[in-house]
C-alpha cells in the first residue's frame, strides 16, 4: 500500500512538474476561488434554509395562538359556520406577499379527533386526514411537523392543544416560498461564484503575466549566454525578488564577459607565445640543419678524402684494413648526419613544397621502417603560407612518428584534401589502437602537440580509436582567406 501511495504521489509530482508556471497557476486560483465559491454556496443555502424555517415555525406559533382563542369563542357559542368562514379569512388574509407566508390550511378538531370546522371543508386529503388520525403521545402543549404530500410540496404542521376549551387547532404553513427563496439566494451566489471565477481567471492571467514575461525573458537571455553571447541584460520589472533575481543575473553576465574576455586575452597570449616557441624553435632546426649540412658534412668529407689520400699514399697498404673501417664509419656518420639534418628542417619544404615533402618523409619512413605509407594529397597545387606548410608537415610527421612507436601497425595512409574552406589530414594505422578518452587531458605529447599547431591556425583534432581497432587522426585547419576564394573557383570555375 506505502509503495502504490508512493508511486501514485511520484507520478502525480511529474505531471505536475511537467506542467508551465502559468498553468499551475491558473488550476491554482480557479481552484480555490471555485471551491470557496461552492463552500459559501452551500454553508449561506443551509443557514438561509434554517433561519427561514426558524422564522416560519415562530410564525406559525404566533398565528395558532389566535386561531386558537378565536376558535374556541366560536365553539362556545355552537357557530360552525361563521368558524368555517373564519378560517378561510384567516388563510387568506396571511396567504399574501405581505405576510411572506402561505398558509395550506386550518383545522379545528374537538376532543374526540372529529374535524369541527377546515379550510378544506369536509373532505380532507389523505395525507393530512392520516396525519390528523395519529396522536402525538407526547402531551406537549405545541407541536411541529413537516409534512411531505401537501399539494403545495412541503407543509409545516403547527398545532395548538387547548385542554381547557376541549379543541385541537392544526395549522399548516406551505414550504414552498423558504424553499423558493432558498433557491433564489443559491442561484445568486452561483452566479456570483461564477463572476467571482471569471474575475479570478482574468487577475490569474494577469498575475501569470507579471510571473512569467521576467521569467521567460531571463530564460532567453540564459539560453544567449550558453551560445557565448554575454552581452545580453534583461530588464529589471519590479523592486520584489524577480527583480533582484533580474540584476543578480546582469551581474553574472557581467561577470562572465570580464571573464570570457581575460580567457580570450590568456589564449590569445598563450597562442602568441606557443607560436613564438614553435618559430624559434624551427629557426633553431634550420640553423642547426644548416650548420649540420654545412660545417659537419663539410668536416666528415674533408676525413673522407684525408682517409682514402692517406690509404693511396706510401704506408697505405700497411693500414689499408684500418683505413677502410675509418672511411665506413666516416661514411655512415656522414650519411646519419644529413637524415638528421633532414629531418630537422628538410630543404626540400623550403625548395619544392609541402606535397613533396610529404612524399619524401613518406618514401623515407617507409624505407626506414618498413611500413607501407599510402599518401593521397588533393588540393596542394598551390603554395601555402609558410608557417602552415610547417605546421601540417610537422603534424604528419608527429603522426607518423606515433604510429612507428607506438602503433606496431601493418599499414598506414595519410590524406590530405582540400574543401569547403578548410584543409582536411586524416592519418590511420590499423595498429593496436588504445582508449581515446584516456589520451584526451593531454598524457601524449605528440598528440598534444599536434593540436597545439592546429589551434595555431584555428584548427582542431579529433581521435577515434579502440584498443585492437587501430587510429584515427581528424585534423581540421581553415585555409586564409584568400586561398579560400581560389579553392571555390577551382571547385566551381563558373562561380
Known sequence: MNAFLSALLNRLWAVLGGVSIRIKVLGIV??????????VTFQMREVLASTLSQQLENQGLALIERLAERSAGYVAAGDSHSLALFLKEEEIHYSTEAHNTHIAYIVVLDQQGQVIASTFGD??????????????????????????GGASGPVLDVSRDAPESGLEVHLGLAQEHLLGTADTVTWQLVLTTLVMVAVGLVAAIFLTWVLTRPILEL????????????SRRVGRWATDEIGDLADAFNSMTEALAVADRERAERERLRARYISGVIVAQEAERQRIARELHDSTS???????????NLAEGPQGALLKP?????????DATLSEVHTIAWQLRPAVLDDLGLLAALERLAEDYQRRYGIPIDLVAKGLDRRLPLEMET?????????????????????ASVLIDCQDGALQIVIEDDGRGFDAAAISGGASLGL???????????????????????????????????????ARQKEDPYA
Not at 128 to 148: F, K, R, S, V
Not at 219 to 230: K, P
Not at 456 to 485: C, K, Y
Open 30 to 39: 480557479l481552484g480555490m476561488v471555485t471551491l470557496l465559491g461552492v463552500f
Open 123 to 148: 373532505d380532507l386529503p389523505p395525507w393530512l386526514a392520516a396525519h390528523l388520525g395519529t396522536p402525538t403521545g407526547n402531551g406537549d402543549h405545541h407541536t411541529i411537523t413537516a409534512l411531505e
Open 219 to 230: 530564460v532567453a537571455a540564459a539560453h544567449a549566454v550558453e551560445r557565448g553571447d554575454f
Open 298 to 308: 663539410q668536416s666528415l668529407t674533408s676525413i673522407l678524402i684525408g682517409l682514402r
Open 322 to 330: 684500418q683505413l677502410d673501417e675509418l672511411r665506413q664509419i666516416v
Open 391 to 411: 605546421a601540417l608537415y610537422r603534424i604528419v610527421q608527429e603522426g607518423l612518428t606515433n604510429i612507428v612507436r607506438h602503433a606496431e601497425a601493418s599499414v
Open 448 to 486: 598534444q602537440g599536434i593540436r597545439e599547431r592546429a589551434r595555431l591556425f584555428e584548427g582542431n583534432l579529433t581521435i577515434e580509436s579502440q584498443p585492437g581497432r587501430g587510429t584515427s587522426l581528424f585534423i581540421r585547419l581553415p585555409l586564409p582567406e584568400d586561398l579560400q576564394d581560389v
